[in-house]
């Protein structure tokens, strides 16, 4: 064994040499080391200075005479767990709602506006509520939930009417018009329109309008809005 080749001793220091050249150092990178275990010989009697040479040595070798065998890890203990960290900001997730009572529907191919919303840029699940009601004969109606343009609609819900006379003697008829859909929009407001179908008298109570914000939407979800006029639809199946 030609220890000169491979050791560097440096006064007050250590310093282990792993040879010459990518040949050599590839030959020790794959002799020294096994199982995560790295072997070498240090020189016994330390140099004048204190310091003692150190040289990579073949696993299953026996270190020369004045050399004494030592091994280490080659990957230490696992450390133990660090603390938490700090809790991270809240998510964008915050609750809009508006609400309009009573509001007289117009004939005709005009919606009337019934409720809407202000809302800032982001993502949204926008539902609304409302109850139409005559107080006599039949009659048919629509609501359109009405995208920041007022011209997208995002969901559409058709209603027929039909007044009866309940056991008190009062003669009406009402429903529950529900629409739901969802919203990415970079700020402004959205509202709900509705029409008469018909010549009736159509009165619309506890209108609520709500925006839940969200953190993100899906593609799918996004691509629901469709682009009608205001008017179109009269029949659930178009």
């Known amino acids: 064994m ?20 990518t040949a050599a150092g590839a030959a020790i990178a794959a002799g020294p080391v096994s199982s995560g275990v790295v072997s070498a010989c240090y020189k016994t009697v330390a140099a004048s200075n204190g310091s003692h040479a150190v040289v990579l ?6 270190c020369p005479s004045g050399y004494t065998q030592v091994t280490w890890n080659q990957k230490g203990q696992t450390g133990p767990q660090g603390p938490a960290g700090p809790q991270g900001p809240r998510g964008p997730s915050a609750g809009f709602t508006a609400s309009t009572d009573g509001v007289v529907l117009a004939n005709g191919t005009t919606d009337t506006s ?8 982001g993502s949204y699940i ?11 004969g039949v009659d048919s109606m629509h609501c359109d939930l009405l995208d920041t343009d007022g011209v997208t609609v995002l ?12 056991s008190l003697g009062s003669t009406f008829g009402d429903t529950t018009v529900g629409l739901l859909a969802p919203l990415t ?13 018909q ?3 159509m009165t619309m109570f506890r209108n609520d309008l709500q925006a839940i914000q969200v953190g993100g939407l899906s593609s799918a979800a996004s691509s629901r809005a469709r682009h009608l006029s205001s008017h179109e639809g009269t029949s659930p199946s178009r």
């Not at 926008?126 to 006599?136: E, H, T």
């Open 155 to 166: 969901d559409q819900d058709f209603a027929t009417l039909n007044a009866i006379t309940d």
């Open 57 to 62: 040595e073949n696993t299953g070798h026996t």
């Open 185 to 197: 929009t970079s700020g402004g407001t959205i509202s709900v329109g509705c029409e008469d179908n």
């Open 114 to 121: 019934v409720v809407s919303l202000t809302l800032p840029a």
């Open 126 to 136: 926008v539902q609304a509520k409302l109850v139409p009601f005559i107080s006599s």
């Open 199 to 201: 010549s009736g008298v």
């Open 2 to 21: 030609h220890i000169s080749r491979r050791v560097l001793a440096v006064a007050g220091t250590v310093t282990v040499l792993v040879g010459v050249g």
